[in-house]
Structures are given as structure tokens and as C-alpha cells.
């Protein structure tokens, strides 16, 4: 049975909201006011920046699409089509001048004055912001990754890595079979046992296969 991840923030607040719950806290409105914030910045800026952006569409197609794909993201329904292939062909062919340390730190700058201006959108839990920070943290080191460029994850405090619960009993053997090592290791640890005992992935597997 696939991992079922909750779209709805907890709220106990000593819990944090992961990027993916943000849609149960904030709703459409603010997350599109945000966007649209910060796409203004980026049209305020210099020819060298702001024109690749031109050169895909006006202000107001930005705010559409990107608002879009973070509605998606944060669980608030699948109203961006064409998902992380879309995302990028786009960083590949239409925004591939900004993919380097120059534009990867101007963006970075912009969206941290955003959201720092934007605190009031941010329903009054802490929980939130860190989240944001989480979610454009991910994407950025990313396309770090992938463009080659300096990691400027600089947006504030992020969530710890997120530990998907693993429920042996209602997996099948083949979805054990497909979890990794590491996994295996962690969820069998969680479980009392000592994974010392089991070299190798398949001697995991079989003692997962017992529980």
C-alpha cells in the first residue's frame, strides 16, 4: 500500500506543517498574492533579468502559472498541468540565462523581501513561513543541482527532512521489496530491532516480511 500523505496541516502547532498541508492553512487567495508580489519586484528589475521573463509572457501569465504550481504543490488540487516535466523544459529553454549565480541570487533576493513583506498572508502561525522556506529551499537546491549553479537557499528556517511512516503490515511484498536499504534499516530500527543482525538488503526484506 503506497505511503498516504495528510493534505491537511495538524493542528497541534508543536507539529510542523509540511509544503505540501500549506493549501489547509492558507487557501487560494493569499498563496496568488504572494506570487503576484513578488512578480512585480521582477519586473521592477533591470533589461538582463526581467526580459527573459517578458520573453515567455506578461506579468499577469507569470502570476497565473507560477500561483498555479504552488497551489498544486500545496495541496490545494492539480490546476498546473504538465508538472516537474513542464518546470524543466521551462528552466531549459526559456529561462536557462537566469540558471546560473547571478540570476539564482537576484530571484533568491527578490522572494526573500517577498515573503518578508508578506508575514500578514501568513495566518498568524510561525509554522507557515517555515514551511514556505521549505518549499522554495527544495526547488532551489534542485535546480542547483541540475543547472550547476551556487545553492542560494538563503529564504530562513526550514523544516527537518520529512520521515514517512513505513507500515510493514499493510505493505505488500513487493512494495517492501522496493523500499531501500536505508529505509528498511530506519523503519525495522523504529521497530525494536537490531539491523545489525541482518547484512544486506534482503535479509531486511525477510525480517520486514516477518513483522
Known sequence: MADI????????????????????????????????????????????????????????????????MWIDVMGGGPYYHGAE??????????????????GAGLWSRLMLETLDASSHLM????RVRTSINTFLSFFMGKYAEDFQFE???????TNSAYKRKINFMKMTEQAIAALSEDELSAALTDRGV??????????KVNKALMM
Open 5 to 68: 500523505l495528510s493534505l491537511t496541516a495538524p493542528s497541534d502547532t508543536s507539529k510542523p506543517i509540511q509544503f505540501w498541508q500549506l493549501y489547509s492553512v492558507l487557501g487560494q487567495d493569499p498563496i496568488v498574492e504572494i506570487v503576484q508580489r513578488f512578480y512585480q519586484r521582477v519586473f521592477e528589475q533591470d533589461d538582463w533579468f526581467k526580459s527573459v521573463f517578458e520573453r515567455v509572457g506578461g506579468i499577469n501569465h507569470h502570476i497565473n502559472t507560477q500561483a498555479s
Open 85 to 102: 516535466f513542464r518546470l524543466n523544459f521551462h528552466h531549459t529553454h526559456n529561462a536557462m540565462a537566469l540558471m546560473n549565480d547571478k
Open 123 to 126: 495566518a498568524d502561525d510561525p
Open 151 to 157: 545553492n542560494r537557499s538563503f529564504f530562513g528556517e
Open 194 to 203: 537490531d539491523v545489525s543482525q541482518y547484512e544486506g538488503k534482503v535479509a
